[in-house]
């Protein structure tokens, strides 16, 4: 057993995360005042264009989808004893969901109705609903909390049913494609911004595990200790055969 020298930190802050928080808020902004300046993009043409069982079909499983692909991979966490991702992947989607209903409630309000008239696509008259789908985005920012990098097939399935499930909502004359990319980006928004702030549970080998992977390889380590650097996301060791 070689001597061990090292600090391992149980938590990481990853650049990318705050990067993408602060990207994807640009975004919203941008995307808010499109809708400002009267541009309305409404796809329910398009959309209602489809035959209306293959809609229904589509819409069916989408919406199952989006319900089972979370508690599925929930359960595949689970398998791995990452229970406190997926408590923070949770409380990270009711964090996003209440938001959401809260900006619903704010943008239903006179100093906020142009921005609302400009999100949605031709309000009837006395009527106002929901701009945000606050459980799409809560699903957004459970992914993003959990992170799908290195699970290539997660993220089709996940994608592609999110895709499914914003065609049948675009079906909804009251859904426009603004709206849509707004409640997208703020899920996205909040869980990097969330994941940045608390850190994520590191994966990364410690020195014992590094030591062993040369010492296959090469002749026994005898002692690794980390030493100094400078890179953010860099660590390098000193080791002696």
Known sequence: MPQVDDDLQPRVRMPADMLRCILTGIEIV?????????????????????????????????????FVLPLALAAALATRR?????????????????????ANVALRQAPFSLLYDGLAAAPRAGVRPALFDGYLAGLVAYITVIGLAGRPQWRAAFWLAIGFYALTSLADAQTTVLALLITLL????????????????????????????LSATDSPNARIRRIWDT?????RYLAVT
């Open 231 to 235: 890179g953010w996301e860099n660590r």
């Open 186 to 213: 703020i899920g996205s928004c909040i869980g990097s911004g969330l994941r940045f702030a608390v850190g994520t549970v590191s994966e990364r080998p410690s020195a014992l595990k590094i030591a062993a992977a």
């Open 30 to 66: 941008l995307v808010a005042t499109i809708g400002l300046v009267g541009v309305q993009v409404s796809a329910a043409g398009a959309t209602n264009r489809l035959p209306g069982p293959a809609l229904g079909i589509f819409g069916f499983l989408a919406h199952f989808a989006v």
């Open 82 to 102: 990452q229970w406190r991702r997926i408590a923070e992947a949770a409380l990270t989607a009711v964090v996003v969901m209440i938001f959401v209903a809260l």
